[in-house]
């Protein structure tokens, strides 16, 4: 007998949980500027909750060759990516719509 889903009750192969999640997030991507004039990529509005941004943090940096880190339901890349990143994080699951570039 297959798993079961806590949250929506349907069997493992069935749930749907994760892509309601995806198309429930607000998410924002702007450019801020830190230490010593660097550009950072700053992608905020996911639910870390619901989606698990440390693993969508470890794709987008193997995507993009960059450094970055995912803590408190915000990831930043070093470097300038807001573009690509819209593109992959539709990829990913998440609408276009959804998603806000700044």
């Known amino acids: 007998m297959t798993d079961m889903c ?4 349907l069997s493992s192969d069935l749930c749907v949980c994760d ?4 198309e429930s997030q607000r998410i924002i991507v702007k450019l801020e500027k830190k230490k010593f004039g660097k550009a ?5 509005g996911i639910n870390e909750h619901e989606v698990d ?9 193997n995507k993009f060759a960059c450094g970055g880190t ?5 990831i930043e890349l070093q470097g300038d990516h807001r573009r690509k990143v819209k593109e992959e994080l539709m990829k990913q699951g998440f ?8």
């Not at 892509?19 to 995806?22: G, M, N, R, V």
């Not at 941004?53 to 940096?61: I, Q």
């Not at 995912?70 to 915000?74: C, D, P, R, T």
Request: hydrophobic content about 40%; glycine content about 6%; proline content about 0%.
């Open 40 to 44: 950072y990529t700053v992608i905020e």
């Open 70 to 74: 995912a803590k408190k339901g915000i």
């Open 95 to 102: 609408l276009a719509e959804t998603i806000h570039v700044k």
């Open 53 to 61: 941004t440390k693993s969508l943090a470890k794709k987008l940096k």
């Open 19 to 22: 892509t309601i999640a995806k």
């Open 6 to 9: 806590a949250t929506c009750g």
